[in-house]
């Protein structure tokens, strides 16, 4: 093997419930996947899905704490369930999608709102917006084969204790198996990818020293706070 001119950086890794780590390959995410944060947005309901991405390190685990990025001054949360995938696949069929999560968790797609807004007038890439560093944080994974494959249940965020997001995972405009199938037409899955499914309506601003504690029934906690 040639010689490495410097060390391969360390794996991203996701605690599991229970003990164990998830290694991280790839973040992909869902644009607009519930219809009431679709219309906040300013759009209708019945386009296809779509997807962006997050780089793997922009992950943030452990209820550690976030640094407010640089170059905004728009900073918002979106609470969304994460999907674990264990098992490669491309061309997936819906009804053997689920067959390749391996888990699932909770986390927060944050996005610098202002320099997407910009990005979308000019028709460029979100890619400042929303794959910035630690723009990630999540929650333990837990697996499947332990709360099986969650298609109701509420999701919510409070910040600072109140609430600012809720909704249910039964109104997602694409479910994980269709977002799964749909997505491996395009790109191959591979174990160790996460999907961020979407967030519901109530996504806002956060500032320095706002604790943000997610919630989804059945599934998890994600936490941080804003510094
Ligand atoms: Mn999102």
Known sequence: MAELIFP?????????????AFPVRRIYCVGRNYAEHAREMGHDTREKPFFF????????????????????????????????IGRD?????????????WGYGVGLDMTRRDLQAEA?????????????DQSAPLGELVGAEAIGHPQRGAIRLLVNGVERQRGDLGEQIWSVAETIAFLSRFVGLKAGDLIMTGTPAGVGAVSRGDALEGEIEGVGRVRTVIV
Not at 8 to 20: A, M, N, S, T, Y
Not at 126 to 131: D, H, L, N, Q, S
């Open 8 to 20: 391969v950086p360390e794996p991203v890794l996701v605690p599991i419930r229970g003990g164990g």
């Open 53 to 84: 991405d997050k780089p793997a390190d922009a992950v943030l685990t452990g209820g550690a704490a976030m640094a407010y990025p640089p170059q905004t001054g728009d900073l918002h949360h979106e609470i969304e369930l994460v999907v674990a």
């Open 89 to 101: 696949g491309s061309d997936i069929a819906e009804a053997a999608a689920l067959d390749h999560v």
């Open 120 to 132: 979308k007038k000019a028709g460029r890439p979100w890619t400042f917006a929303k794959g910035f």
